[in-house]
């Protein structure tokens, strides 16, 4: 169901053309004066009512769902009162307007390029961090509360070296991570005493998870340190309102030097199998700071729990897809599970809107763009518009079986390029491997929230007020 991506071919060193159809300059927004049907000569630039249309529909709720730290009942509400279709309905018009040129808005936080056109969703995951950075400023401002010495708040020379430190530690260039063997073991464990009644909740889940997520990072000496997690998942709620605040609170500084005092703590007697045990093994930089990336593999394990969750629930609906999964009994295949995990992701991202900024002075199409401009990518739509991605917003798993289905930039659960998330393999290992182990001797006859396979599924899933039902077949 997978098409190849069309690689970015030449294009006119030209910004947009107008549409015939303005009877005036002034109804071909962002011509510079020139006449209807002549060549652009600045980049399309949106009307005040369409940025305001934007903010509302589109930014506003995202800074309010949370992105650190989601809000459940933020996120329940917006989807309740069809956010993400009046979201889907502004980026249609926008591209429909432009006929899907890069488009300029503007923001409090300076200009933003919107790019909706698969052409230069490519070119974005294809161009070089250094040009096209990760470390935009308003995610910063928020994840500079949780991990200001992480590899998406650096910059330059010191993030290359932090990144690499993050390649090494998470075998990011590696089919399997070294110490996968340990983490399958530290999951069955884990995953163990969630069997062992009728019904899951998501709180249960999520304990488990952080147990899980703790052991990885941190090694057996945390499994239980849950008071770690708190003052993290205190932290992250902070983040929430970094954005729109000069920099981190007074109480948030306390609490991330309390969490990092712990991490030095556990770094000193870190088994060798453990992210922390590989990062205290591997040279690097008096600056680079191994202790302090580990904020962020914690908040990315973290993940785990709500991506299992939301993968489940859709099984539960699609039980055809759920019996595809044994070829033998009690066994299910991990292949075709990890491309449900890769669909749940696809249908429901971690992160719906690829945000980076420009490093220096650059072009799109010809047309220039000053340094400090933000790029944005909202993949969360692309991903599901069925005009690009067929059946976008049904549960097909089997699309990720198709030869070239992770290459496509079209579908991108952890992005492409060398903006790709690093702990990608760790991460979707887990993910398959708690639902593996969650489907070992048992299905999933019913959840909540209940979701009806022959719509189109909602834009909204929210996994913290989940409860799956599992029954032995």
Not at 121 to 144: H, I, N, S, Y
Not at 193 to 217: D, F, Q
Not at 397 to 416: C, K, N, Q, S
């Amino acid at each position: 169901m997978s098409r190849p991506t069309p690689p970015p071919g030449p294009r006119e060193p030209v910004g947009p053309t107008c549409p015939t159809g303005p009877t005036s300059t002034a109804d071909c927004a962002g011509s510079a004066g020139a006449l209807p049907g002549s060549i652009a000569v600045r980049p399309p630039r949106t009307r005040l009512r369409e940025s305001l249309r934007f903010a509302v529909t589109h930014s506003l709720p995202a800074f309010a769902r949370g992105v650190p730290a989601p809000r459940p009942a933020v996120q329940t509400l917006l989807g309740a009162v069809g956010q993400p279709r009046w979201s889907a309905a502004t980026l249609r018009t926008l591209r429909d307007r432009y006929h899907g040129a890069p488009v300029l808005l503007g923001g409090a936080s300076g200009d933003t390029l919107v790019l909706l056109d698969p052409v230069d969703v490519a070119e974005f995951f294809a161009r070089p961090v250094r040009e096209l950075a990760l470390d935009a400023v308003d995610k910063t401002k928020m994840l500079t509360v949780l991990e200001p010495t992480g590899v998406v708040c650096s910059h330059g020379d010191l993030r290359e070296e932090r990144r690499a430190l993050n390649d090494q530690v998470l075998a990011h260039h590696e089919e399997t991570h070294p110490s996968c063997g340990t983490y399958r073991t530290v999951i069955a464990e884990e995953c163990t005493r969630l069997t062992t009644g009728p019904t899951l909740g998501y709180a249960r889940l999520e304990r488990a998870v952080h147990r899980i997520s703790r052991r990885i990072v941190l090694g057996e000496q945390a499994a239980g340190d849950e008071e770690l997690h708190h003052r993290l998942l205190a932290l992250r709620k902070e983040g929430n309102w970094g954005a729109v605040r000069r920099g981190p609170t007074p109480a948030a500084r306390q609490r991330y030097e309390a969490a990092t005092g712990r991490l030095h703590v556990y770094a000193r007697h870190a088994p060798a199998t453990t992210l922390l045990g590989r990062a205290m093994d591997t040279a690097c930089g008096a600056d680079v700071d191994p202790v302090g990336q580990a904020h962020h593999w914690l908040l990315a394990l973290d993940a785990v729990a709500a991506i299992v969750a939301r993968t489940l629930l859709l099984l539960a609906a699609h039980p055809a897809e759920q019996a595809a999964l044994y070829d033998v009994p009690h066994a299910p295949d991990t292949a075709r599970l990890r491309a449900c995990v890769l669909e749940g992701l696809r249908l429901y991202p971690l992160v719906p809107d690829l945000l980076r900024i420009l490093r220096a002075d650059t072009t799109w199409r010809g047309v220039p763009y000053p340094a400090g401009t933000h790029v944005l990518v909202p993949i969360g739509f692309l991903q599901r518009d069925s005009g690009l991605v067929p059946g976008g917003s049904l549960f097909a798993p089997g699309r990720w079986l198709a030869e070239g289905a992770e290459r496509d930039t079209l579908m991108a659960p952890f992005g492409h390029g060398e903006g790709r998330c690093p702990g990608d393999r760790l991460g979707l290992m887990a993910a398959t491997e708690v639902c593996a182990q969650l489907l070992s001797g048992h299905r999933v006859t019913g959840g909540r929230p209940r979701l009806d396979p022959h719509r189109p599924l909602p834009g909204v899933l929210n996994a913290s007020g989940s409860q799956l039902t599992l029954a032995r077949p």
